[in-house]
């Protein structure tokens, strides 16, 4: 069976809180290990800090679509906004690559996103909007 949950809410980075809480309370009867739920919940925020502060340059009152699906196992955790979208998204992969460097931003966003998960597909286009669409298999 196929579970999962949609969901939109304003671009609010106290927003991000609640999205990690919300798939931690997905997942509540999955039995995971302490680590398997700190490493989703990091691609979650991750994810959703990118789209407030790349996507929209934190204008609260643009909207973020975040789904959570389940099916045989698998964890599908899909973040997308409409902003301003990613010029080069091979270079935004790279480690330690940032346009915003010069403030907390340390570019290692996908880099862990990637790490904590088992695929990790960014679709964007300029002026449209970013899509991040992440896979975990879970025991
Ligand atoms: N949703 C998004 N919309 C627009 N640009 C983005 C988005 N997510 C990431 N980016 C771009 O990709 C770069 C790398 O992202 P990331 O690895 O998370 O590093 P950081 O957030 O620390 O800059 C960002 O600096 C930004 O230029
Ligand atoms: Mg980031």
Same mark, same amino acid.
């Given at each position: 069976m196929k579970k999962y949950v949609k969901m939109r809410f304003n671009a609010d980075i106290e927003n991000v809180t609640f999205a990690r809480g919300t798939v931690a309370s997905f997942l509540i009867n999955e039995d995971l290990t302490l680590n398997e739920m700190n490493e989703i919940k990091t691609i979650v925020s991750e994810a959703? @800090?990118?789209?407030?502060?790349? %996507?929209?340059?934190?204008?609260?009152?643009?909207?973020?679509?975040?789904? #959570?699906?389940?099916e045989n196992k698998i964890l599908t955790l899909i973040v997308e906004d409409k902003g301003i979208g990613i010029e080069d998204v091979a270079k935004a992969r790279e480690p330690?690559?940032?346009?915003?460097?010069? @403030?907390?931003r340390a570019g290692l %966003?996908?880099?862990?996103m990637e790490i904590f998960s088992d695929e990790l597909? #960014?679709?964007?286009?300029?002026?449209?909007?970013?899509k991040v669409i992440a896979k975990k298999s879970i025991k």
């Open positions: 959703i @800090t990118n789209a407030i502060v790349h %996507g929209y340059l934190e204008d609260a009152t643009k909207e973020v679509d975040f789904e #959570i699906i389940l330690l690559f940032s346009t915003k460097l010069e @403030t907390e %966003g996908f880099t862990i597909k #960014i679709e964007s286009e300029l002026g449209k909007g970013t």
